[in-house]
């Protein structure tokens, strides 16, 4: 173990990064997490909660906030890859499927670009349930490079 507890906290640092890396995680989504994800973020759309206003629109039912669908990229991206220590700078969005309460979302990235200049990663962003795809994307996220035997900034 490092004594520096940055450094056991740290995720990928820039220079480890390569193209074609991926990272997946899922989640199904419950009542309980729309319920927070509402009080959280103020949208009380009642799309997402009321039952009786839902069965009169297109979908039928509820279905789950598209940001709340779309926090599971920033989970995956702030935990994972590139992990903790990298900033989001920005995510394009495209939803093409409305999420509903009980379905497993898999939140997906790849590195399909690197800017060594910045330095950023470019990262494919697509989150599926059952095989389809119900948002796609892009993310730009500023990596850390390796501190180079100096103590990071803290």
């Known amino acids: 173990m490092s004594d520096n507890i940055h450094e056991d906290l740290h995720g990928y640092y820039f220079e480890d990064l390569k193209l074609g890396m991926t ?7 419950t009542d ?43 989970a995956l991206i702030g935990t994972r890859l590139p992990g903790p220590g990298c900033i989001y700078m920005d995510q394009s969005l495209k939803f093409t499927v409305p999420v509903r309460v ?26 599926s349930v059952k095989g389809q ?8 996220v500023k990596v850390p490079r390796k501190p180079n035997g100096r103590m990071p900034d803290s």
């Open 32 to 74: 309980a997490d729309v319920l927070m994800f509402t009080g959280v973020s103020g949208d009380t759309n009642p799309l997402h909660q009321n039952r009786e206003f839902a069965s009169k629109t297109q979908f039928g039912e509820p279905i789950v906030h598209g940001l709340l669908t779309a926090s599971l990229l920033s």
């Open 133 to 140: 795809t119900v948002l796609i994307g892009e993310a730009r």
């Open 102 to 127: 009980g379905d497993t979302v898999n939140a997906e990235v790849e590195i399909i670009e690197l800017d060594s200049v910045r330095p950023y990663a470019i990262l494919k962003t697509i989150c």
């Open 23 to 29: 990272a997946v995680q899922g989640k199904t989504l």
